[in-house]
């Protein structure tokens, strides 16, 4: 069954007509209010000026500029929008450089519905939340912080929600990290209180990083970010000595909830 979401302003960037048809008619079916295609990257920047989309849907392989510099030219100059990254490349490294240039999302053609879905479906909920985040009161604006948490996820636009939530809930943000590697290179520099890993990430997993910190940093309170709730991921983390979970999509009292738990443990 097709969820529908709040009408959030898309715009689709691809040079095939066909794809751009198919993405149109899902997401609308989905409940996304598609604003524009573009077929090309030269007129990216304008469009956004005219159209205010709050996603982009963004194609690597353009005809007149990659994806990739068209996503850190967005970034740069809008970052509240999430870039949806699709791609047919094979490039086992794109994924990596994708997320620290700023993607929300990357898909790999050829996709699923299913699999779009779930990616703006994460994407969604993370972009209408920060929107209530940001028309919120920070209840710790001016106070000291209770706490500083390294936070390491590869979609710019879950980091910017896990940050808010945490903001809000008294803690300060050292370091953010789009794979496990630059994760473990940051609580090793700042040494945080708390280290928030999310479990599927390029170049290094959560799991593999979360090894690496328990071994050196034991008294590091490491919380799992994941959607895989199942027993069986549950059970492989709780195993390196896990403090929490933080599932996927974020709910923003459940994940306060849970870092006022293991503060207070």
Sequence with gaps: MVQQFNKLRVLI??????IRSVLRTFLDKVGFDVVGELGNGRVLLPAIVKLKPQIICLDYNLPD??????????HSTYPQIAVVMITGT???????VA?????????????????????FHR?????RLL?????????????????????????????????????HSGIEIVGE???????????????????????EMPVMGGFEALKIIHNQY???????????????TFERVTSLGIRGYIIKPYHPDKVTQTILHILAN
Excluded: W
């Design 13 to 18: 960037v691809d040079d095939s007509i066909s």
């Design 65 to 74: 500029k990659d994806g990739l510099s068209l996503l850190k030219e967005v």
């Design 90 to 96: 094979n490039d086992a490294g794109l994924e990596s």
């Design 99 to 119: 997320a620290e240039a700023g993607t929300a999302g990357f898909i790999q053609k050829p996709f699923s519905l299913e699999q779009i879905e779930a990616v």
């Design 123 to 127: 994407v969604a909920h993370a972009q």
């Design 131 to 167: 929107a209530v985040a940001a028309r919120k009161h920070n209840p710790f604006e001016n106070k000291p912080y209770r706490a500083s948490a390294v936070i390491a996820d590869d979609s710019q636009t879950l980091r910017r929600l896990l940050a808010a939530i945490l903001i």
């Design 177 to 199: 990290a789009c794979d496990g590697k630059h994760a473990i290179e940051l609580v090793s520099e700042k040494r945080p209180d708390i280290v928030c890993l999310d479990y």
């Design 218 to 232: 034991p008294e590091i309170k490491a919380i799992m970010v994941t959607a895989i709730a199942n027993r069986e």
